[in-house]
């Protein structure tokens, strides 16, 4: 079964919700790297489970409305070759905001199950889509850096409860509520960027 928010965020509660420039280097990122997990589509499968069940038939890449889903090049070594990935700074999930639909468009045409069928309403995304979780670094952000910006927080679709702002627009992310849906990574005026979303870990 698809991980649920809470246990999501017990696999990410040891990550902390605030990276340094050093976490940068070493990829912590929304783009997999060598051995972090790739951020999957909304409703995904743990990933052992995801890569076992998905069928490689791009349903979901094609039915994003935002072009944010890619697949891994064939050439991709292990068994990620031909999954669905999310890369937020290249575009990010809307959850299907201005989509006039029922259910979020990707695990609407999940053919395998690799994809739990996920409602467009606010309270069953935040159960069942556990994307990621951003992480923010202080160092870089510049509302943390006698600038005020705001832009990550007014591009959340979850504004309010994933994230929430202070005095000269310093964003808080709360983890509980964030689905990783890459939004605000997107968003962020800073390079490199101040806020990344971060895949659940790999066993």
């Not at 990707?106 to 739990?116: D, H, K, N, R």
């Not at 509980?176 to 939004?183: I, S």
Request: aromatic fraction near 6%; proline fraction near 7%.
């Amino acid at each position: 079964m698809a991980i649920t928010r809470r246990e999501f965020v017990k696999q990410t509660a040891a990550v902390g919700a605030t990276v340094g420039v050093g976490a940068y280097a070493a990829g912590l990122c929304g783009e997999a790297d060598a051995k972090g997990a790739p951020l999957r589509p909304p409703g995904a499968l743990p990933e052992d489970e995801f890569l076992a069940t998905c069928i490689r038939c791009m349903r979901c890449v094609d039915a994003c409305p935002n072009r944010a889903l890619a697949s891994f090049p064939q050439s991709e070594p292990g068994r990620r070759a031909g999954t669905p990935r999310m890369e937020p700074r290249k575009a990010a999930c809307m959850l299907c905001t201005l989509e006039d639909c029922d259910f979020l468009k990707c695990t609407e045409v999940c053919p395998s199950g690799a994809l739990t069928l996920v409602r467009k309403e606010k309270e069953e995304i935040q159960e069942k889509v556990a994307i990621g979780v951003a992480q923010l670094d202080l160092d870089l952000c510049y509302s943390y850096n006698d600038w005020s910006c705001g832009a990550c927080y007014r591009a959340c679709p979850l504004a309010g409860s994933a994230m929430t702002v202070g005095a000269w627009e310093r964003p808080t992310v709360h983890a509980d509520a964030c689905v990783g849906c890459g939004c605000c990574e997107r968003a962020c005026i800073r390079y490199p960027h101040a806020i990344r979303v971060k895949a659940p870990s790999v066993s």
